[in-house]
């Protein structure tokens, strides 16, 4: 990274006269720069030596702005020895200015491995369309008894439409025995066939392969679904649901493998084209082939192989002629209960003489993997790549590859690496199920890229309810048809409500207009990815943005909404979306303090003083800016009135931060704790009915909980025809929430 210091455009003119130059005009000042800061670092190290990218603060350099036609910011040029040949304005995805970058430097006049996915695939005797897979994933839409809903047929729909070569099936448990969830998909009913035959007719008519993906979720299997304990090799502990699983007796290990035959059957009568075994993440074969687990005397411990090698036969015994493939953790991330590579080798070797015709190689375990692991979207990648590149030095098979994959960068890394052959999308696919075709048409800056945050997908599922997604609350539901009788309507704030009603609305077919006080859109979910682990949320927001600029006929920045700017729209419905502010506590002394909001501090308006920082709210976005604060060595105590700390966060999010923050010995968390008073020597708290004085704090930071905005006064309430209050500024949330009022706006006019 470079920071342009000279004076002159003549001197900056020399600075990139020769070679690839991208250059971001930004300010400190301006919340969509600050954004964009992290995507242009991260493009610096990827292009070090092939290209320079430089930073300039424009207030410094006001003289560029008039020469080079600056109105806005950010603006990034690329330059190619001198000259400008593209020009961005407003926050920009790695992705887009990534791939603009390669087509300067010539990259894809060349061979471009990402250009390989686009092509057909020959797996066995299938024939794949392209070279990308959709893995299992549990949605929750089903009813109990593994009855197919409308919802689920939509979802596949839209997945399949524009999508991969092969959609895997959520899980489907062989067993009742085995279940995971309330309303998984069944084998084993009388109506199971013609229930998942729905389906795959739905996959079919869209051109895919349809693959059913066979479980028994061992220790991993509810309790609270199955009516009986989970069971196992040997006696376990699942440190994902606390409770212990009782041993497999032999009877019932034959129960199973006689419920793999059923179900390899009813694949094949349902129309299936290609099984997937669970092999992995935990399960109940990955148990069986674990000596940290499977601690049996009898034949299935004397050989671990033994219960995987039957199930194998099973499977073939019941569809001879339907292929299968096999899904194994390449890494289980959990070095007390993880299956090692002592043990996983020999699987492998098994499997490449089963018959089997890929191996799908995930991360993980249901049971054993830390906390750490769930949360996908600060998830290590280097083990992956170790992973991956030891699974394919033992076969000889092709090799599918899961996990985080939505980013092109990645993707062309492992095939550049030669480490997989397919490529699995499953939470970028729930994001925006036409990627894949945005991919291969080059339509980089709309593509909705997934957060990997898990809040609206695993913890809704983990919370009893259906999958869905912060940034797509379409997934699984109708299309929105356009609307017989367009309205005019003026959208007040650029929030994640407002955002999501202006592109709804406008593609029903509305006439939009989005004004915004602030000088950006986003609202707090421009603040939102600053937290620690969650900077893979960022491109989110760009795809919000980006869709919002798009779809509406006029943003308007800078200005609140009024009578003089309802007059001048002259709208027939007012949306109002101004979202949420910061509560303010009633406490004696708290005027006489250096205090910023959680909104000024993650916007970074105001300097945070040191070195004592006192947290009032320890919520969600209170832990999250102790923990960022812990990190740059602050002294930090965050307090909250109740239990438990860090209420209203995703609950694997949680846990992991509290980890995080035990380990910061700057830290302190203060539950049942109220501030009662600033003095001028210190601070007094009550903790459980006990006072206790602290040593003043030299930074207050609110983070107490927020309210609705103040709504449209009368004057503006009687200027328009109707009016709709969405979103923070109707009852205070999360942005799935946020994201999905607009949404759901939409869909009521």
């Not at 020597?681 to 003043?696: F, I, N, S, T, Y």
């Amino acid at each position: 990274m470079e920071d342009y210091q000279h004076q002159s455009f003549r001197e900056l003119e020399a600075w990139v006269k020769s070679g690839v130059a991208l250059v971001d005009f930004e300010s400190p000042w301006c919340s969509p720069c600050r954004d964009q800061k992290p995507i242009i670092d991260t493009l610096a190290r990827r292009f070090k030596g092939e290209a320079r990218i430089i930073e300039l603060n424009i207030d410094d350099h006001r003289q560029f702005a008039i020469q080079l036609g600056i109105t806005s910011i950010p603006t990034l040029i690329i330059f190619k020895n001198g000259r400008e040949l593209q020009r961005f304005v407003g926050l920009q995805p790695a992705e887009v200015l990534s791939r603009a970058i390669e087509n300067v430097l010539g990259k894809h006049n060349k061979e471009v491995p990402m250009e390989a996915m686009f092509q057909p695939y020959r797996l066995a005797n299938l024939d794949l369309t392209n070279r990308f897979v959709f893995p299992p994933i549990k949605t929750g839409y089903g009813m109990p008894g593994g009855i197919v809903t409308d919802r689920q047929l939509i979802y596949y729909r839209q997945i399949a439409r524009n999508g991969p070569a092969a959609i895997i099936l959520e899980p489907v448990s062989v067993t009742p025995e085995g279940r995971e969830h309330p309303k998984q998909l069944c084998v084993h009913l009388p109506e199971s066939v013609a229930e998942l035959k729905k389906i795959v007719n739905v996959i079919h008519e869209e051109k895919r392969l349809a693959c059913l993906h066979l479980n028994h979720a061992g220790a991993a299997a509810n309790p609270m679904v199955t009516g009986t304990a989970s069971k196992a090799p040997s006696v376990v502990k699942c440190l994902t649901s606390g409770k212990e699983s009782e041993p497999l007796s032999g009877e019932e290990i034959g129960t199973i493998i006689a419920g793999y035959t059923f179900a390899a059957r009813k694949a094949k009568e349902a129309g299936f084209d290609l099984l997937e075994i669970q092999g992995g993440h935990g399960y109940l074969i990955s148990q069986f082939l674990n000596r940290k687990i499977n601690k049996r005397s009898d034949r299935f411990g004397e050989d671990r192989l033994a219960f995987a090698k039957e199930v194998f036969s099973a499977v073939k015994k019941g569809a001879p002629d339907l292929p299968f493939m096999i899904r194994i953790s390449g890494n289980e991330m959990s070095p007390e209960f993880g299956i090692d590579r002592e043990d996983l080798l020999p699987f492998i070797q098994m499997v490449e003489q089963s018959g089997a015709v890929a191996i799908h190689v995930g991360m993980g375990s249901s049971c054993f993997s830390p906390p750490w692991y769930f949360h996908h979207s600060s998830l290590p990648e280097k083990p992956q790549m170790d992973a991956l590149a030891w699974v394919r030095g033992q076969t000889n098979l092709p090799l599918i590859v899961t996990g985080r994959m939505g980013r092109i960068h990645k993707i062309e890394t492992i095939l550049q690496k030669n480490l997989a052959d397919l490529v699995g999308l499953g939470r970028p696919l729930i994001s925006d199920p036409d990627l894949i075709e945005k991919w291969q048409t080059r339509q980089y800056d709309e593509v909705r890229y997934c957060g990997y945050c898990l809040q609206g997908c695993l913890h809704r599922l983990k919370n009893g309810e259906p999958l869905g997604c912060n940034l797509n609350p379409a997934i699984g539901k109708p299309a929105l048809e356009p609307t017989p009788n367009p309205l005019k309507i003026l959208v007040a704030g650029g929030g994640p409500s407002g955002m999501s009603a202006a592109v709804y609305l406008g593609q029903r077919g509305h006439r939009v207009t989005v004004a915004e006080k602030e000088n950006h859109l986003g609202g707090q979910f421009s603040l939102a990815w600053q937290a620690p682990g969650k900077q893979s949320m960022r491109e989110g927001l760009y795809a919000l943005n980006y869709c919002t600029r798009t779809t509406a006929e006029s943003v308007i920045m800078g200005r609140k909404v009024d009578v003089d700017l309802v007059q001048e729209v002259q709208p027939d419905l007012l949306v109002w979306a101004t979202g949420a502010v910061q509560n303010f506590p009633d406490i004696d002394g708290l005027q006489d303090q250096y205090v910023m909001t959680s909104v000024e501090y993650f916007g970074g308006e105001k300097e945070v003083k040191g070195p004592r920082i006192l947290v009032i709210g320890a919520g969600r976005s209170g832990l999250e800016i102790a923990e960022k604060l812990g990190l740059q060595s602050f002294d930090v105590l965050a307090t909250k009135r109740t239990d438990p700390i860090g209420s209203m966060m995703e609950m694997i999010t949680r846990k992991l931060t509290l980890m995080r923050i035990e380990q910061m010995s700057t830290v302190t968390l203060m539950a049942h704790t109220t501030v009662k008073t600033f003095w001028a020597d210190g601070v007094e708290v009550e903790q459980d009915g006990e006072k206790k004085r602290l040593a003043p704090f030299q930074t207050v930071i609110l983070a107490s909980g927020m309210h609705a905005a103040p709504g449209p006064g009368k004057d503006i309430q009687m200027a328009v025809p109707k009016l709709e209050i969405i979103g923070d500024a109707n009852e205070v949330q999360d942005i799935f929430s946020a994201v999905h009022a607009g949404y759901e706006l939409a869909q009521r006019y």
